[in-house]
């Protein structure tokens, strides 16, 4: 019902962070990547992490893989699983991923990025979707590529095409490219295309669909720490006044509540240490950042983990602690 939804993020999506996006308005998420070859391995795929929860659908899930049988089996047992989208990374541009051809390193490759498609849509019934980035780099003939495997994906009947606004190389460096997604949309306007890159500012993100013709966008970094920005893109994209900016105790209610969700997943200290990658992006909203990030970062056990927050945010008057 709205033009956006939550990206796959590699080590954030899990369910506690797609919950939560939910809860504030967003749709429909993804999983964080998945690699192919463990979710085509049944013992994996019966761990409690890779599987969905009956109150998250719609939810996608994301796989990370070169070769086509793989991938193939990997969305097919996903499906059975009970995922309701699959998606194919062609993006990825972390070095330990392209150093083995995987994510973004196959956008050099269009012949085989389309085979892994035809694989995966000849074994499932539910739409496909593929990310891509705009090219490896700037060179003619990885645009080139880019372009061939647009066109391709398109004929092939690709539900979805997700595509970041930087090539491979420029990793998340300078400002996304929007003008290039909106050059597919023009060459394509039949075809679905979700802009990504640099979601973190609801008014701006809803300008950028309106002015390049996307059919929406999705919300990566941006939602890290932040799941207000699902209820202000919803507001904004429905035409509603802006949500007041949340209160320290509304932020410390939605962060333990996050934490909890974790803790149901993990044992105590291996929660407590993964979690404080997201305590440090919702400290962005704390008036003492810093402070917030050092003693939160201290913590080891879960008791002093929510010492630390009740701390900053239900005792904190404005002053220093």
């Known amino acids: 019902d709205v033009p956006f939804f939550q990206a796959s993020l590699s080590g954030y999506s899990d369910y506690a962070m797609r919950k939560l996006a939910r809860c504030f308005g967003c749709p429909f998420t993804l999983t964080g990547v998945m690699l192919a070859k463990s ?13 969905p929860h009956d109150d998250e659908h719609p939810v996608g899930a994301q796989i990370l893989g070169k070769t086509p049988a793989t991938m193939a089996q990997a969305a097919k047992d996903l499906v059975a699983v009970g995922y309701d989208l699959i998606d194919l990374n062609f993006a990825c541009p972390a070095p330990k991923v392209l150093r083995r051809g995987r994510g973004g390193a196959l956008l050099n490759d269009p012949d085989t990025v389309i085979t892994n498609l035809q694989a ?9 979707m593929m990310k891509l980035r705009m090219g490896v780099n700037h060179q003619p003939q990885s645009q080139e590529n880019f372009w061939e495997i647009v066109t391709r994906a398109i004929e092939n009947a690709i539900d979805a095409l997700v595509i970041h606004g930087r090539t491979v190389t ?3 460096r300078g400002q996304a490219n929007w003008d290039i997604l909106a050059q597919v949309k023009q060459r394509f306007p039949q075809a679905t295309i979700i802009g ?31 799941p207000w ?3 202000e893109l919803r507001h904004h994209y429905e035409g509603k006044a802006p949500p007041p900016a949340p209160s320290l105790e509304e932020q ?21 240490g993964y979690y404080r990658k997201f305590i ?11 402070q917030v990030v ?9 008791a002093e983990l929510v010492e630390a927050i009740d701390t900053w945010y239900l005792r904190y008057d404005g002053t220093t602690v």
């Open 280 to 290: 440090a992006q919702y400290a962005r909203r704390h008036p003492e950042r810093k």
């Open 196 to 226: 990504s890159g640099d979601v973190f500012d609801a008014a701006t993100s809803l300008a950028q669909v309106k002015r390049t013709g996307l059919d929406g966008l999705i919300v990566a970094r941006g939602a890290v720490g932040n």
């Open 252 to 272: 410390r209610e939605v962060i333990l509540q996050q934490l909890d969700d974790v803790l149901l997943e993990h044992e105590e200290r291996r929660s407590v």
């Open 229 to 231: 920005l699902f209820q």
């Open 120 to 128: 995966v849509k000849e074994v499932v019934d539910c739409p496909v």
């Open 170 to 172: 420029e990793r998340y």
């Open 294 to 302: 050092r003693a939160t970062m201290a913590a080891k056990t879960k």
């Open 39 to 51: 979710m085509a391995n049944p013992r994996v795929l019966r761990k409690a992490c890779f599987r």
